[in-house]
């Protein structure tokens, strides 16, 4: 039986949470957004009128798509170009969800994307479920065919998983910001000694490129080699400016709930710098280059009102 226009809008009506759901699943907006698409033909082939709680149904078929999704995709990551990371959002993406209490805050940085890479995908489902959006372990149970008890267990694996990955004390906000701005004032200096204080020993600097923008495959690892990394990164050269075609504009601005760099050329996103800032300093910076994953970057940016760059690099 066709859909009614009742039909339709109730599913449109539950897609924003479905689309914060997918992105905290997969870590990709663009495959967040097929998954919704998929789950959509579903609602759309399915007998509605025999479907007694509509949004349960669709909770259920979309994490299991998810589900499919990241086990596949493990295969699809070994043969991966360099390092995977997820897809950053900008401030104002819907997708990004709910953001009133810290645990879903939380749930959609780009560190805990990261982290959650390497829970299993029903350790990983279990918890975008339970800490972003409250559902009950019976919900949680009845939507991954498991038992309340197994949904317990694997919610508690997770949590321990994450809470372990982190294991440095988060900071406010601005307090983040301000070190970011001292972060990028100190990279423009050309000398090592500025950006190594705003660091950790063991920070790392990691970036993905997908194969198709250059982008180192290790991490630099230490306080010392990421501070010099990051002067050369920012250090002005013909040769940069030629490679990316002019001179990129440098904003600070939000990525996933935390201040990030910004890089913008001819209005297009061609990089998103996420540091990880804790009360020790600057543990992480995660830079997602890949151009594939910055489309959505790319819209949502030149939808936006924003402020005069910082600076313009190279």
């Not at 306080?223 to 990129?248: E, H, N």
Request: contains cysteine; charged residues 25%; glycine residues 6%.
């Amino acid at each position: 039986m066709p859909l009614t226009m009742k039909d339709v809008n109730r599913f449109e009506a539950a897609r924003p949470r479905l689309d914060a759901i997918a992105y905290r699943l997969l870590g990709s907006a663009s495959e967040a957004e097929d998954a919704v698409q998929e789950t959509f033909l579903r609602w759309q082939a399915a007998d509605v009128g025999r479907i007694e709680v509509p949004e349960a149904w669709m909770t259920k078929v979309l994490t299991n798509l998810c589900l499919n999704q990241l086990t596949s995709a493990r295969a699809r990551r070994e043969s991966y170009v360099g390092q995977w990371l997820p897809e950053p959002l900008l401030d104002g993406d819907p997708m990004l969800g709910p953001a009133e209490t810290a645990e879903q805050r939380e749930s959609v940085s780009y560190a805990v994307l990261t982290l959650m890479e390497r829970l299993s995908p029903s350790e990983r489902a279990v918890y975008v479920l339970r800490e972003a959006f409250d559902y009950p372990h019976r919900e949680i149970a009845a939507i991954l065919d498991i038992t309340e008890t197994s949904s317990q267990q694997l919610y508690h694996r997770a949590k321990k998983h994450i809470t372990d990955g982190k294991a440095r004390a988060e900071i406010d906000e601005a307090a983040a910001r301000r070190i970011v701005e001292e972060f990028l004032t100190a990279a423009t200096t050309g000398r090592t000694e500025p950006l190594v204080r705003l660091l950790t020993a063991d920070v790392i600097a990691v970036g993905d490129g997908g194969g198709k923008v250059p982008a180192r495959t290790k991490a630099f690892e230490g306080a010392s080699a990421v501070a010099k990394f990051m002067r050369g990164l920012f250090k002005p050269s013909k040769a940069k400016r030629v490679l990316v075609g002019g001179s990129p504009a440098i904003h600070l601005a939000r990525a996933n709930g935390a201040p990030a760099v910004v890089v913008v050329l001819d209005g297009r996103v061609i990089g998103v710098l996420c540091p990880q800032v804790t009360a020790e300093g600057i543990v992480a910076f995660r830079s997602q280059v890949n151009p594939d994953k910055l489309e959505r970057a790319t819209e949502v940016w030149a939808s936006a009102e924003h402020g005069e760059p910082l600076f313009h690099a190279f």
